[in-house]
């Protein structure tokens, strides 16, 4: 063991400019690999780190040994990741599932928007060419959340999940956004159906049925996204 | 690395609930304050490494006995308060009874003056 290359931490040449920035956006990055880690414990940890590297500042250390030593205070990540998951394994999961549902929302809402268009404007007789187009759609819709499924488990784009947890932020602002898009997407529907219908000389009164029909899917998914919703300000109620 | 004046990992374990409790008991604090309190207040007997006690705060905040909420801080960046719940209060009632009944017994066997619970 030659003694003179033992630094636990790579150590930078002072002549390398150190750029505190970069270094916590690396950290937030490993970080976000740790698939045990909700978005809300990532930003708890990070003020964490700050709060650290402030603190080591104010003691007069330069910006590169404050970070190096507040990174190893709050600890490896992959060690953080398995004390968290002991405290509460449900966590991850829900915010998961909560952004699978999201994603099927969204594909749904989407083509929902899009079908009747097709439906509706394109002309009768070229039946085969519409069937085949939307089967295209539908299959493009549901791949959607599949991505989405695989690149969480993965630990992929999970500093961009946790970018729009925090966007979302508040459950009334989700509500109003889920149930407006609910309300789009019925109305292009509906108008849709009733150009259809007009075209094959059905009458109108079986229209608001199936209107109301296809809108309790996605309605029901809506209140489910509302539910389900990871809330950054959660005020635990009171249960013995 | 180890110090005979260090408290045992099972006896940190067990005591960081009404650690966290009692502090929160005198106010609202946030993760970073929590562990500067416990180490200047055990002399440094007590050195909790920081990432662990988020589990434990998060534990206790699923079983209600404290809660939490984002707020700014006067640096201006967020951080998440946790305090203490009814249940909570409750809680540590319990938990210091229990402490000092340890205590006591350990301080009649060797011979110090016990406290009255």
């Known amino acids: 063991m030659a003694g003179r290359s033992q630094h636990p931490e790579p150590i930078m040449e002072n002549q390398t400019h150190f750029d505190l920035n970069a270094a916590i956006e690396n950290w937030r990055q490993e970080l976000a690999g740790q698939l045990n880690l909700a978005s809300d414990d990532r930003r708890e940890l990070e003020t964490h780190l700050l709060d650290t590297v402030a603190e ?3 003691r007069g250390l330069n910006d590169e040994e404050s970070f190096w030593l507040a990174r190893r205070r709050v600890g490896q990540p992959q060690q953080l990741d398995e004390e968290f998951v002991k405290a509460d394994p449900g966590k991850v999961w829900r915010e998961r599932v909560f952004w699978m549902w999201m994603a099927v929302f969204l594909s749904s809402t989407l083509s929902r928007l899009t079908s009747p268009i097709m439906f509706a404007f394109v002309p009768v007789n070229t039946s085969t060419a519409t069937e085949v187009a939307s089967i295209t759609l539908l299959l493009l819709a549901s791949l959607i959340p599949i991505i989405i499924a695989v690149s969480l488990a993965m630990g992929k784009w999970v500093a961009l999940f946790s970018k729009l947890t925090q966007m979302v932020g508040n459950r009334r602002h989700l509500a109003v956004a889920v149930f407006l898009c609910v309300a789009l997407s019925s109305s292009t529907q509906m108008v849709a159906r009733a150009i259809l219908n007009s075209r094959h000389n059905i009458h ?9 029909t296809s809108t309790i899917h996605p309605l029901i998914i809506a209140f489910l996204l509302v539910w389900l919703m990871p809330v950054q300000k959660q005020k635990t109620s009171k249960r013995a | 690395m180890y110090k005979t004046a260090m408290l045992a ?15 929160l008991a005198d106010g609202e604090s946030y993760g970073y304050e929590i562990i500067q309190k416990v180490r200047e207040l055990s002399g440094g ?23 939490s909420e984002w707020k700014e801080a006067d640096t201006g960046r967020e951080r998440k308060y946790y305090f203490l719940s009814s249940d909570g209060r409750k809680a540590l009632k319990t938990e210091r009874q229990q402490w000092l009944a340890v205590h006591n017994t350990l301080s009649r066997l060797w011979k110090i003056k016990p406290i009255s619970i």
């Open chain 1, 56 to 58: 080591l500042q104010r």
């Open chain 1, 204 to 212: 109108n009164s079986t229209l608001i049925l199936q209107g109301l």
């Open chain 2, 45 to 67: 007997h007590i050195e909790w490494s920081d990432g662990m006690l988020y589990p434990v705060l998060h534990r206790l905040e699923r079983d209600g006995l404290i809660e």
């Open chain 2, 9 to 23: 990992k099972d006896l940190v374990a067990a005591s960081s609930k009404p650690l966290v409790l009692s502090i």
